[in-house]
């Protein structure tokens, strides 16, 4: 698909704005991820948040392990830290091997650890989890964003991750100076109005039309 233009965008976060109540979790998980920022117990807890809410779909079949979570989290803390500080227009592909590593860990702590679909996998949980752990830098999607970037992930879901990654990169990069400005008045990153974008756009189908 064609890269949407600055305009599409912001017509399609207005409309997530409008149309999309759920965003108070976000902002609570993503208060609450850096209040408790270099302490993995208290990390585990606030993405929790965010998922049992966006992802209670999939998480009502059975809870994801918090402790193996938690430990994922203190394992790379280091890491995270860096890509907490970076901005997804500085990624390039000498980041791939940190990101795959770093998405198949949490696609296995975040695995379902009880019910009928124990250790079921859930790659949308990831990117959540790794966006509220870095905002500026991870992307989030949903089956119907991936498809829509070509980057669906039933299979070879980290490849997939990777390559939606450089996508979203391309995306912002063509944004005009005023999408960043609405980003620091609305106190969110570039790649969260992307991704609201998106989720009007794929996800919910709404009129986006000027």
Known sequence: MDNPSSAEIKRGYLAFQQHEKRDAMYKTATFLVSHFWGRPYEMANSIGVL???????FYRYGLFDYDKLEECISNNL???DKYRKRDILDYSSTDDEAVKCLFQQFLVALQMCEGKKKNAKRPVGVAKALHLLA??????????????YGCYYADNPVDRYVLFLRKIKEVIGQLQPAARADSQKLGKTLVKLVDEYNYAKHTKHWDLEA
């Open 78 to 80: 280091n890491l995270l």
């Open 51 to 57: 998922l049992l809410t966006w992802n209670n779909a």
């Open 135 to 148: 905002p500026a830098f991870f992307p989030i999607w949903d089956d119907k964003i991936a498809h829509a």
